[in-house]
C-alpha cells in the first residue's frame, strides 16, 4: 500500500532498464522461421514517365524469391490513404504504394526484390531495368503555382491541392492608415526526422489472418487504414507496435513499405520483413515544415496590437499523406498565440511539388506559427521603440482574463503568462545581459550578444472529435483505456496509447497507484498491440496524458465504484457508508473494520459470497473524449553571441519555463522539454533539406544533413509554474512539443538581435555561419549609429 502520492514523484523510468541495456523488441530484432525479406527500388528522378520495368534479370537468381513492379501489384496495392480532406474541393490525387505510371520525387519505390537474405535482396535492385522518360521537376511552390507551370499530376490541371481562409474582425479597419504595420516574409525551410530507430516492418500470415509487427505510433489507425487500402478485413489484421525508437510524427504515417510487405505476405504466405537504411529513410520518410509565410502585424503607437494577416504556401511534396494537408491548419489557430487581437486574417494554399510529402513533424504547425508570430512582436518592438518583453506584456492575456476566446476562436481555460515570465527573467538575468549587450555595442567587439524571447502557448491534447469533425479531420480524438484487478491484487493497465519513448508504463503507473492505493511496482502497462488493446486512436499531439490518462483515471475509477458495493457486503454496511482512501475501504467514521482494495479483489474472483445481482469482476474500461484542447505555454530566454565577423553563433545561456499543468512525473517532464529544445534548436541553428535544381536531396546523408550532438547545445536552464488545466480531472497539459515550439523563435530572435545594428532583420533559418554571415554583408556590413531600436537593441 502507498503511503506518499506517486503523481508529482520523479521515478526512473520502468522502460529505461530493458531499452539502454539493449534487452528491447525492436522491429528488426524480430526473427521467424522462413523469413523473406525485401528490399525496394527507387526512383533516381524526381519526375519521370515510367516507360518500362523489367525484372526477368533478377528472376531465377540465388536467394530471390519474387520480383515485382508498381504494375504488378496495381490491382492489389491501392492508394495511401490522405484522412484529413480540409476542403471540400481538395485536390487528392492518387497515391499508389509503388509507382506505375509516373514518379514524382526521387525516392519513390518503383519495384522490389523479395529474397532469403536481405543483402541478396538489395544487390539484386541492380538487375532491373528501368526506362524513363524525365519530365520537368516542380521545386518552387511560387513558381509552381505560376500560369503556365509543369504539373506534378497533369490529369489535376493544377499543382494547387486546397486553398483555407478564415478571418475574423474587421481587417481592413485594423489595418487602417493610423496603424503602425509590420510585414515580413518568414520561410520555414524543409526539415527531416531522424528518430533513432529506422522504419521497419514485419508481416506474418496467421491462419486466415495476418500479424503486422511496425516501428509506427499509430497502431490502432494503421491497421484501419490497411484494411481500408487493402480490402483485407480488418478482423484479420493484427497490427502490433513493439518497442518503438522515437517517431516525431515520422511514424504517425500509413508508409508504402507497410502496405507492400503485407501484400507480398499475402501473397507468398511466408513471413516478410523490410527494413529501411538510414539514407532510405532519409529520403523516403515524410519530411516535415516547409512554408513560406507572408505575415503582417498591425499596432496602435502605444503597442496595442489590432490585427494580425497570415498568408501562407505549405509544400505538400508529390501527395497528400495521412494528415499532410492539415497540419499547417493546426497553426492557423494558433498564430495569434498569447495575444489579444480585435481581428485576423488566415489564408493557406497548399502546393504540390516533386518533392517527398511533407507530414507532421514534432509540433506539426505549431512551431511555424509560434516562430512567425514572435519574430513579428520583435520586429515591432523595434518599430515603435519598445522593450520587446514590454511589448509583449501590453498584449498578452492576463490572468486573471482566463478563461478567454481568441481571436481564432479557442477557448484558453487556464494560464499565467505574467507568473512564467517573471520566473524566465529571474533565472535569465535579463536586466545584467541587456546592460553587457549595450556595453559589448558601445566597444564594437566582433563578438556580439543578442538576448531572444519567445513566450508561447500550443493547443494539444488532440481531441475533441467534435472539433475535429468540424475540421473535416478522418477521426476522432477520444482515448481508451481498460483496468485489471488480478486475484493476487495486480494491476493490469491496457491503454490505447502507445508509447515511443515518452515513458507511458512509467507515468500511468503511477496514476493507476494513486488511483487504486496499489504499490507502484504492482501496476503494469500493456499498450501498442491491437489484440491486447482493441480500442486506441494513438499516440500524437501531446494527447498521451491529457486523454489517454484521463481514461485511465475514469477506468480506475470505475474500479473502485465496483469494489465498494463488494466492500460493503465484506464489511456489513450500506454501500453510503464505505469510504476510500489510499487503498483502504472503511465505515466512514471507524478505523475499523476495514478491507483493502487487493482482498476485495480475492473475493471478487473467489466469488463464493457476492451481493446479489453482482458480477465476479472488478475489471473496468473508460473512453474519454475531452471537450477542449489542452494549452500549454511557457517564456523561453536565450542569450546568443554572435560573431560579425565569421557569422558563427553560439548559444550562451537558455531559461525554460514552461506551465504544462500538474505533472505526473518531473524527471519525464525535463526529458520531454530538453528533447523539444534540441529539435528546436536544430531547425534555428543546424538542419535543412536541400535539392538541386534536378530535385535531388543534396542532404541524403547525416554526413550532410547537421543534428546537434549534446556538445552543440547549451546547459539548460528549466523549471515551471503551474495552472491546472480545467479540460480535464488530472489537470495536466502537454509537454511532448513544447520545447521544439518555444525554442526556434527564441534563438532566432537572439541572433537577429546580436545583429541588429548592422541593419539586419531576419536570418533565413537555419542561422548557418554563412547565413549570418551573408545578412550582415548584404544590410551593409558595418553598425548603424542612429538605428530606431528598444532598450538595449
Given at each position: 500500500?502507498?503511503?506518499?502520492?506517486?503523481?508529482?514523484?520523479?521515478?526512473?523510468?520502468?522502460?529505461?532498464?530493458?531499452?539502454?541495456?539493449?534487452?528491447?523488441?525492436?522491429?528488426?530484432?524480430?526473427?521467424?522461421?522462413?523469413?523473406?525479406?525485401?528490399?525496394?527500388?527507387?526512383?533516381?528522378?524526381?519526375?519521370?514517365?515510367?516507360?518500362?520495368?523489367?525484372?526477368?534479370?533478377?528472376?531465377?537468381?540465388?536467394?530471390?524469391?519474387?520480383?515485382?513492379?508498381?504494375?504488378?501489384?496495381?490491382?492489389?496495392?491501392?492508394?495511401?490513404?490522405?484522412?484529413?480532406?480540409?476542403?471540400?474541393?481538395?485536390?487528392?490525387?492518387?497515391?499508389?504504394?509503388?509507382?506505375?505510371?509516373?514518379?514524382?520525387?526521387?525516392?519513390?519505390?518503383?519495384?522490389?526484390?523479395?529474397?532469403?537474405?536481405?543483402?541478396?535482396?538489395?544487390?539484386?535492385?541492380?538487375?532491373?531495368?528501368?526506362?524513363?522518360?524525365?519530365?520537368?521537376?516542380?521545386?518552387?511552390?511560387?513558381?509552381?503555382?505560376?500560369?503556365?507551370?509543369?504539373?506534378?499530376?497533369?490529369?489535376?490541371?493544377?499543382?494547387?491541392?486546397?486553398?483555407?481562409?478564415?478571418?475574423?474582425?474587421?481587417?481592413?479597419?485594423?489595418?487602417?492608415?493610423?496603424?503602425?504595420?509590420?510585414?515580413?516574409?518568414?520561410?520555414?525551410?524543409?526539415?527531416?526526422?531522424?528518430?533513432?530507430?529506422?522504419?521497419?516492418?514485419?508481416?506474418?500470415?496467421?491462419?486466415?489472418?495476418?500479424?503486422?509487427?511496425?516501428?509506427?505510433?499509430?497502431?490502432?489507425?494503421?491497421?484501419?487504414?490497411?484494411?481500408?487500402?487493402?480490402?483485407?478485413?480488418?478482423?484479420?489484421?493484427?497490427?502490433?507496435?513493439?518497442?518503438?525508437?522515437?517517431?516525431?510524427?515520422?511514424?504517425?504515417?500509413?508508409?508504402?513499405?507497410?502496405?507492400?510487405?503485407?501484400?507480398?505476405?499475402?501473397?507468398?504466405?511466408?513471413?516478410?520483413?523490410?527494413?529501411?537504411?538510414?539514407?532510405?529513410?532519409?529520403?523516403?520518410?515524410?519530411?516535415?515544415?516547409?512554408?513560406?509565410?507572408?505575415?503582417?502585424?498591425?499596432?496602435?503607437?502605444?503597442?496595442?496590437?489590432?490585427?494580425?494577416?497570415?498568408?501562407?504556401?505549405?509544400?505538400?511534396?508529390?501527395?497528400?499523406?495521412?494528415?499532410?494537408?492539415?497540419?499547417?491548419?493546426?497553426?492557423?489557430?494558433?498564430?495569434?498565440?498569447?495575444?489579444?487581437?480585435?481581428?485576423?486574417?488566415?489564408?493557406?494554399?497548399?502546393?504540390?511539388?516533386?518533392?517527398?510529402?511533407?507530414?507532421?513533424?514534432?509540433?506539426?504547425?505549431r512551431p511555424e506559427a509560434t516562430y512567425a508570430i514572435e519574430r513579428l512582436v520583435d520586429e515591432m518592438a523595434v518599430e515603435l521603440r519598445m522593450d520587446p518583453m514590454e511589448l509583449r506584456r501590453r498584449n498578452w492575456i492576463k490572468h486573471?482574463?482566463?478563461?478567454?476566446?481568441?481571436?481564432?476562436?479557442?477557448?484558453?481555460?487556464?494560464?499565467?503568462?505574467?507568473?512564467?515570465?517573471?520566473?524566465?527573467?529571474?533565472?535569465?538575468?535579463?536586466?545584467?545581459?541587456?546592460?553587457?549587450?549595450?556595453?559589448?555595442?558601445?566597444?564594437?567587439?566582433?563578438?556580439?550578444?543578442?538576448?531572444?524571447?519567445?513566450?508561447?502557448?500550443?493547443?494539444?491534447?488532440?481531441?475533441?472529435?467534435?472539433?475535429?469533425?468540424?475540421?473535416?479531420?478522418?477521426?476522432?480524438?477520444?482515448?481508451?483505456?481498460?483496468?485489471?484487478?488480478?486475484?493476487?491484487?495486480?494491476?493490469?493497465?491496457?491503454?490505447?496509447?502507445?508509447?515511443?519513448?515518452?515513458?507511458?508504463?512509467?507515468?500511468?503507473?503511477?496514476?493507476?497507484?494513486?488511483?487504486?492505493?496499489?504499490?507502484?511496482?504492482?501496476?503494469?502497462?500493456?499498450?501498442?498491440?491491437?489484440?491486447?488493446?482493441?480500442?486506441?486512436?494513438?499516440?500524437?499531439?501531446?494527447?498521451?496524458?491529457?486523454?489517454?490518462?484521463?481514461?485511465?483515471?475514469?477506468?480506475?475509477?470505475?474500479?473502485?465504484?465496483?469494489?465498494?458495493?463488494?466492500?460493503?457486503?465484506?464489511?456489513?454496511?450500506?454501500?453510503?457508508?464505505?469510504?476510500?482512501?489510499?487503498?483502504?475501504?472503511?465505515?466512514?467514521?471507524?478505523?475499523?473494520?476495514?478491507?483493502?482494495?487487493?482482498?476485495?479483489?480475492?473475493?471478487?474472483?473467489?466469488?463464493?459470497?457476492?451481493?446479489?445481482?453482482?458480477?465476479?469482476?472488478?475489471?473496468?474500461?473508460?473512453?474519454?473524449?475531452?471537450?477542449?484542447?489542452?494549452?500549454?505555454?511557457?517564456?523561453?530566454?536565450?542569450?546568443?553571441?554572435?560573431?560579425?565577423?565569421?557569422?558563427?553563433?553560439?548559444?550562451?545561456?537558455?531559461?525554460?519555463?514552461?506551465?504544462?499543468?500538474?505533472?505526473?512525473?518531473?524527471?519525464?517532464?525535463?526529458?520531454?522539454?530538453?528533447?523539444?529544445?534540441?529539435?528546436?534548436?536544430?531547425?534555428?541553428?543546424?538542419?535543412?533539406?536541400?535539392?538541386?535544381?534536378?530535385?535531388?536531396?543534396?542532404?541524403?546523408?547525416?554526413?550532410?544533413?547537421?543534428?546537434?550532438?549534446?556538445?552543440?547545445?547549451?546547459?539548460?536552464?528549466?523549471?515551471?509554474?503551474?495552472?491546472?488545466?480545467?479540460?480535464?480531472?488530472?489537470?495536466?497539459?502537454?509537454?511532448?512539443?513544447?520545447?521544439?515550439?518555444?525554442?526556434?523563435?527564441?534563438?532566432?530572435?537572439?541572433?537577429?538581435?546580436?545583429?541588429?545594428?548592422?541593419?539586419?532583420?531576419?536570418?533565413?533559418?537555419?542561422?548557418?555561419?554563412?547565413?549570418?554571415?551573408?545578412?550582415?554583408?548584404?544590410?551593409?556590413?558595418?553598425?548603424?549609429?542612429?538605428?530606431?531600436?528598444?532598450?538595449?537593441?
Amino acid at each position: 500500500m502507498t503511503t506518499a502520492p506517486e503523481v508529482g514523484r520523479d521515478r526512473r523510468r520502468k522502460e529505461d532498464a530493458r531499452l539502454i541495456t539493449g534487452r528491447t523488441n525492436w522491429t528488426d530484432n524480430i526473427q521467424l522461421p522462413g523469413m523473406l525479406y525485401v528490399a525496394f527500388l527507387r526512383s533516381p528522378m524526381a519526375h519521370a514517365r515510367i516507360r518500362n520495368v523489367d525484372v526477368s534479370g533478377v528472376l531465377g537468381q540465388d536467394g530471390v524469391v519474387a520480383a515485382y513492379t508498381g504494375a504488378d501489384l496495381a490491382a492489389e496495392q491501392g492508394s495511401l490513404p490522405c484522412a484529413w480532406p480540409v476542403t471540400e474541393d481538395i485536390v487528392i490525387p492518387d497515391h499508389p504504394p509503388m509507382a506505375v505510371d509516373e514518379v514524382r520525387y526521387v525516392g519513390e519505390a518503383v519495384a522490389c526484390v523479395v529474397a532469403t537474405d536481405r543483402y541478396v535482396a538489395a544487390d539484386m535492385l541492380e538487375l532491373i531495368e528501368i526506362d524513363y522518360e524525365p519530365l520537368p521537376p516542380v521545386l518552387d511552390m511560387e513558381a509552381a503555382l505560376a500560369e503556365g507551370a509543369s504539373l506534378v499530376h497533369s490529369d489535376k490541371g493544377t499543382n494547387a491541392s486546397f486553398t483555407w481562409p478564415f478571418s475574423a474582425g474587421d481587417v481592413d479597419a485594423a489595418f487602417g492608415d493610423d496603424a503602425v504595420v509590420v510585414s515580413r516574409r518568414y520561410v520555414q525551410q524543409r526539415l527531416i526526422p531522424a528518430a533513432m530507430e529506422p522504419r521497419s516492418v514485419v508481416v506474418a500470415p496467421e491462419g486466415d489472418g495476418y500479424t503486422m509487427w511496425s516501428a509506427t505510433q499509430i497502431p490502432h489507425v494503421l491497421r484501419l487504414m490497411l484494411a481500408m487500402v487493402t480490402g483485407i478485413a480488418e478482423h484479420q489484421l493484427r497490427v502490433v507496435a513493439p518497442d518503438v525508437g522515437g517517431g516525431f510524427g515520422s511514424k504517425l504515417q500509413v508508409t508504402a513499405e507497410e502496405v507492400i510487405t503485407l501484400l507480398l505476405a499475402k501473397r507468398l504466405r511466408k513471413p516478410v520483413k523490410w527494413t529501411e537504411g538510414r539514407t532510405e529513410g532519409i529520403q523516403t520518410t515524410h519530411h516535415g515544415r516547409d512554408q513560406i509565410q507572408k505575415v503582417a502585424l498591425a499596432a496602435d503607437r502605444d503597442g496595442r496590437f489590432r490585427g494580425l494577416k497570415i498568408e501562407l504556401l505549405a509544400d505538400m511534396g508529390a501527395y497528400l499523406m495521412l494528415v499532410t494537408p492539415g497540419v499547417p491548419l493546426l497553426g492557423a489557430f494558433m498564430f495569434p498565440a498569447i495575444y489579444k487581437f480585435d481581428a485576423y486574417s488566415f489564408t493557406c494554399t497548399g502546393v504540390f511539388t516533386t518533392k517527398m510529402p511533407t507530414d507532421a513533424y514534432r509540433g506539426a504547425g505549431r512551431p511555424e506559427a509560434t516562430y512567425a508570430i514572435e519574430r513579428l512582436v520583435d520586429e515591432m518592438a523595434v518599430e515603435l521603440r519598445m522593450d520587446p518583453m514590454e511589448l509583449r506584456r501590453r498584449n498578452w492575456i492576463k490572468h486573471e482574463e482566463f478563461p478567454y476566446t481568441t481571436i481564432a476562436t479557442l477557448t484558453y481555460d487556464t494560464g499565467n503568462y505574467e507568473a512564467a515570465t517573471e520566473k524566465a527573467l529571474q533565472l535569465f538575468g535579463y536586466d545584467k545581459l541587456r546592460a553587457e549587450q549595450a556595453d559589448r555595442r558601445e566597444r564594437g567587439d566582433a563578438v556580439q550578444l543578442g538576448i531572444g524571447i519567445s513566450t508561447f502557448t500550443e493547443m494539444c491534447g488532440l481531441a475533441p472529435s467534435r472539433i475535429l469533425g468540424q475540421l473535416a479531420y478522418g477521426a476522432g480524438g477520444w482515448e481508451s483505456a481498460s483496468v485489471r484487478m488480478l486475484p493476487t491484487g495486480k494491476v493490469e493497465v491496457v491503454t490505447g496509447s502507445s508509447a515511443h519513448g515518452q515513458g507511458h508504463e512509467t507515468a500511468w503507473s503511477q496514476i493507476a497507484a494513486d488511483q487504486l492505493g496499489v504499490p507502484f511496482e504492482d501496476v503494469t502497462v500493456l499498450h501498442g498491440d491491437t489484440r491486447v488493446s482493441p480500442k486506441g486512436m494513438d499516440t500524437y499531439g501531446s494527447r498521451s496524458l491529457a486523454v489517454g490518462g484521463t481514461a485511465l483515471v475514469q477506468a480506475c475509477d470505475r474500479v473502485v465504484d465496483k469494489a465498494k458495493r463488494i466492500a460493503a457486503h465484506m464489511l456489513e454496511a450500506s454501500e453510503e457508508d464505505i469510504e476510500f482512501e489510499g487503498g483502504t475501504f472503511r465505515v466512514r467514521g471507524t478505523p475499523e473494520p476495514a478491507t483493502t482494495i487487493q482482498e476485495v479483489a480475492l473475493a471478487t474472483f473467489a466469488a463464493h459470497d457476492l451481493p446479489e445481482g453482482v458480477e465476479a469482476s472488478l475489471d473496468s474500461d473508460a473512453t474519454f473524449d475531452p471537450e477542449n484542447f489542452s494549452y500549454p505555454h511557457g517564456t523561453h530566454l536565450c542569450a546568443a553571441e554572435v560573431d560579425t565577423e565569421t557569422g558563427m553563433v553560439k548559444l550562451r545561456s537558455y531559461v525554460a519555463v514552461d506551465d504544462v499543468g500538474v505533472v505526473i512525473n518531473p524527471l519525464i517532464v525535463e526529458g520531454q522539454v530538453h528533447g523539444g529544445l534540441a529539435q528546436g534548436i536544430a531547425q534555428a541553428l543546424y538542419e535543412e533539406a536541400v535539392y538541386d535544381s534536378e530535385g535531388n536531396l543534396l542532404t541524403s546523408t547525416l554526413a550532410d544533413y547537421l543534428i546537434p550532438s549534446a556538445a552543440d547545445l547549451p546547459e539548460f536552464v528549466t523549471d515551471r509554474t503551474e495552472t491546472p488545466s480545467t479540460t480535464n480531472p488530472l489537470g495536466v497539459k502537454g509537454v511532448g512539443e513544447a520545447g521544439t515550439i518555444a525554442s526556434t523563435p527564441a534563438v532566432v530572435n537572439a541572433v537577429v538581435d546580436a545583429i541588429r545594428q548592422f541593419g539586419v532583420n531576419d536570418v533565413p533559418m537555419p542561422c548557418s555561419p554563412e547565413h549570418v554571415w551573408r545578412a550582415i554583408q548584404e544590410a551593409g556590413g558595418e553598425p548603424a549609429t542612429t538605428l530606431g531600436r528598444g532598450p538595449g537593441r
